[in-house]
């Protein structure tokens, strides 16, 4: 069954430092999401990709924040300047169309630690 | 804005137990609705969903009713087993036909079945 990969696993940097995510979406889907969940708390969307640029996001996703789709399969985000409080676990997802009825499908995550 | 309210956790249960999460909603137009699990150390999974009123989403023994008139999706499970337990979230998308689709979660529900 086709999933969606997320890489690293875990990546611990150091604050200031740039990070790059990376996600490899389902090879057929047009939608792609970026999530976060700091500890504990509840998942928060960041982003949405359609058509190769951003289609919404939320007021999370500032200026440190940047996605890109660099190739046909990669999807990534990179957090320019990390600070402590973007310590979170960072969930892709992509979805084949936009439509409320279709699913989304997650990867694992990337937890990311900033020290 | 859309918003999703989730019964405060941690539920402790003992398997066969019979299990209720609530889950109210706040959106404009006609959302779909879902709920996610995430085992320990992994990432979030489709549990089930409902697209319209009065449809109900199953699986695994696990049920959930879209109830447009109590605003509600309250997640059942007649006999829970060990291996059930995992924080579950309540979700929302497409509060309007056509969006973006990105989820809004609810603060999840940690639930621990005791053999």
């Known amino acids: 069954e086709p999933e969606v990969t997320q890489t690293p696993s875990h990546q611990v940097t150091q604050m200031g430092q740039e990070v790059i995510l990376r996600c490899v979406p389902i090879?057929?889907?047009?939608?792609f999401y970026w999530y976060r969940q700091i500890l504990g708390q509840k998942v928060e969307f960041l982003v949405s990709?359609?058509?190769?640029?951003?289609?919404?996001k939320s007021e999370i996703f500032d200026d440190q924040f940047s996605v890109e789709r660099p190739d046909g399969s990669n999807f990534t985000l990179k957090i320019r300047s990390t600070k402590l409080e973007d310590s979170a676990m960072y969930f892709c997802?992509?979805?084949?169309?936009?439509?409320?009825?279709?699913?989304?499908?997650f990867g694992p995550g990337t937890r990311l630690t900033v020290t | 804005g859309d918003s999703v309210t989730q019964m405060e956790g941690p539920v402790t249960l003992s398997e066969e137990a019979f299990l209720t999460i609530n889950c109210t909603y706040t959106a404009t137009g006609y959302p779909s609705l879902f709920w996610y699990v995430q085992y320990p150390g992994e990432g979030l999974q489709l549990l089930l969903k409902?697209?319209?009123?009065?449809d109900k989403g199953s699986n695994k023994g696990f049920e959930a009713t879209y109830r447009k008139e109590t605003t509600s999706f309250h997640l059942e499970k007649g006999s829970v087993q060990v291996s059930d337990s995992a924080v579950y979230f309540c979700a929302l998308s497409g509060g309007y036909g056509g969006s973006q689709g990105n989820l809004i979660f609810g603060k999840g529900t940690k639930l621990s079945v005791k053999p």
């Open positions: 409902a697209t319209k009123a009065d």
């Open positions: 090879s057929n889907h047009l939608y």
């Open positions: 997802a992509s979805r084949w169309t936009g439509l409320k009825l279709d699913e989304q499908y």
């Open positions: 990709f359609y058509n190769n640029e951003i289609s919404e």
